[in-house]
């Protein structure tokens, strides 16, 4: 079967460092998606990696490492509208699958 | 705002009526998938239409079809509607090759 796990939720401070952890099992693999969905909203892309290693944009970084089948989405800076789901994806060549979603809460 | 359109926004059926969801892709972009996103749950994918053909296909059953066009919108069938069908439909334009899927709005079905 394929399947991806990451935390269901997570709680920080405005300013602080989260690191959302996302470790996937599927049959194909092209990269490592994440995205940002607001209640209600659609999804955003936020980062890809396709290789292993860190991906910078911005505030938010990702890694992936491919021989472990593991990656992280990195928010430095956190600011309360990053409250929001985090999906990590995996790209199976245009298809995603997508992981349950971790919940971004952002105290002040 | 990413350019990917979807109407209706919101939609209440019966069970066992049918419903079209629509979609107009990016400007450019050639490829459009289609998820279901169930409340608390990550989208799921449905299939994905590329140059007018079905190019993949998840685990959904033949009433839940699609249509691409020449101008590379889309739509989305279902037939028989469940109670289960209530979901956020989701649909992404993209380039095939291309890792970055860029999401409409969606239209939010309730199935009665």
């Known amino acids: 079967g394929q399947s991806l796990e990451q935390p269901s939720e997570v709680t920080a401070v405005e300013g602080a460092i989260v690191q959302i952890n996302c470790t996937y099992q599927?049959?194909?693999?092209?990269?490592l998606s994440w995205y940002q969905q607001h209640d209600g909203g659609a999804p955003t892309f936020l980062s890809y990696?396709?290789?292993?290693g860190l991906e910078e944009t911005g505030r938010f970084s990702s890694f992936l490492s491919r021989s472990d089948s593991y990656g992280y989405l990195l928010l430095q800076e956190l600011q309360m509208k990053d409250s929001a789901s985090y999906f990590c994806a995996v790209n199976q060549g245009g298809k995603l699958i997508f992981g349950q979603g971790t919940e971004l809460s952002v105290k002040p | 705002e990413t350019g990917v359109t979807q109407s209706p926004t919101h939609l209440i059926k019966t069970r066992g009526q049918q419903v079209t969801l629509r979609c107009s892709s990016q400007s450019g972009h050639n490829t459009v998938s289609w998820y279901q996103q169930a409340l608390g749950q990550g989208p799921q994918f449905i299939f994905q239409?590329?140059?007018?053909?079905?190019?993949g296909r998840g685990n959904f059953p033949p009433r839940f079809s699609g249509l691409q066009f020449p101008n590379y919108s889309s739509e989305l069938n279902v037939n028989a509607l469940e109670l289960d069908d209530s979901a956020l439909y989701l649909c992404a334009s993209s380039l095939l090759a291309e890792e970055t899927q860029y999401f409409g709005p969606g239209t939010r079905l309730l199935v009665l």
């Open positions: 990696n396709a290789l292993d």
């Open positions: 239409y590329y140059r007018e053909e079905e190019n």
């Open positions: 599927t049959s194909g693999f092209y990269g």
